[in-house]
């Protein structure tokens, strides 16, 4: 029994060499590799970029979107602060937002948003240059 296991792993290296003489294993490329790996981050990277374009294309909203609940306006009083007002059914709710922490702090009957022209930019430019024209000649 020994020399028959002895003989078997004797001849072990014989029945290597002879299997890589029958299918030698390909050489694996590194550069092969990594540009195959590139290629794939690539492809995934387009894959969420053209999701968040067709996303935005199409109006795609974070959650659900809701008629109760509108945002009426809002006005930073800090860095990270707000003023916010909400209108809910017949009321407004004027709310305090800060980072962690949403306060209620007044609640107002629903009323009417005063429609007040704004000023376009070109317009009080073209303005405050001949405002400006003018006092120079003055002078």
């Known amino acids: 029994m020994k020399r028959f296991v002895a003989s078997i792993v004797s001849s072990l290296p014989v029945l290597a060499q002879a299997a890589d003489a029958v299918s030698p294993t ?67 709710l004027v709310v305090g937002v800060a980072p962690g922490s949403v306060n209620a702090l007044m609640t107002l009957p629903r009323g009417e948003i005063p429609s007040t022209p704004v000023p376009s930019l070109n317009t009080s430019f073209a303005a405050g240059l001949q405002h400006l024209i003018e006092k120079r000649r003055g002078k």
């Open 26 to 92: 390909p050489a694996v490329s590194a550069a092969g590799s990594l540009l195959q790996v590139f290629i794939g981050l690539v492809a995934v990277l387009l894959l969420i970029a053209a999701t968040a374009w067709v996303a935005k294309r199409f109006g795609v909203t974070r959650g659900g979107a809701s008629n109760v609940l509108q945002v009426i306006s809002s006005a930073s009083v800090g860095a990270r602060e707000r003023v916010v007002v909400v209108e809910v059914g017949e009321s407004w």
